[in-house]
């Protein structure tokens, strides 16, 4: 059974630094764009990095441009979102996807998606936990 699996979230101090891991089994993450993702109680689910291997193209939201970094290791499968000069703003369930139905032409499309079918065009990981605090 195909599975996005998630790890490296947790408590950190505005200012700090986590590295998030999305690890793919039964499919290869590097044929599809993939993205990070992050929902705020209350709040919808934001697109915050979407990247292509297929046209190298990377989008990050401003409220994160110039903090955090979208990477791939395709020899392990995984996709990664370093995280860096957090602020308590950014506490949230964090989640990763693959474009796995070609849904969006763009990764600015991508991580655009916030609410709606889309939704249901993309493969999930399960989330996790990323708090800011002091």
């Known amino acids: 059974q195909a599975q996005l699996v998630e790890s490296g979230g947790g408590l950190v101090q505005p200012g700090g630094s986590l590295r998030l891991s999305c690890a793919a089994s039964?499919?290869?993450?590097?044929?599809?764009?993939i993205g990070w993702f992050r929902q705020a109680p209350g709040k919808e689910r934001e697109g915050i990095s979407c990247?292509?291997?297929?046209?190298?193209?990377?989008y990050y939201a401003d409220s994160v441009k110039g903090r955090f970094t979208i990477s791939r290791d395709n020899a392990k499968n995984t996709v990664y979102l370093q995280m860096n000069s957090l602020k308590p703003e950014d506490t949230a369930v964090y989640f990763c996807?693959?474009?796995?139905?070609?849904?969006?032409?763009?990764?600015?499309?991508?991580?655009?998606?916030?609410?709606?079918?889309?939704?249901?065009?993309?493969?999930w990981g399960q989330g996790t936990q990323v708090t800011v605090s002091s």
């Open positions: 039964k499919f290869t993450l590097d044929y599809y764009t």
């Open positions: 996807a693959a474009d796995t139905r070609w849904a969006f032409a763009t990764v600015q499309a991508m991580c655009d998606m916030t609410s709606g079918p889309k939704l249901n065009e993309v493969f």
């Open positions: 990247h292509s291997s297929n046209d190298g193209s990377t």
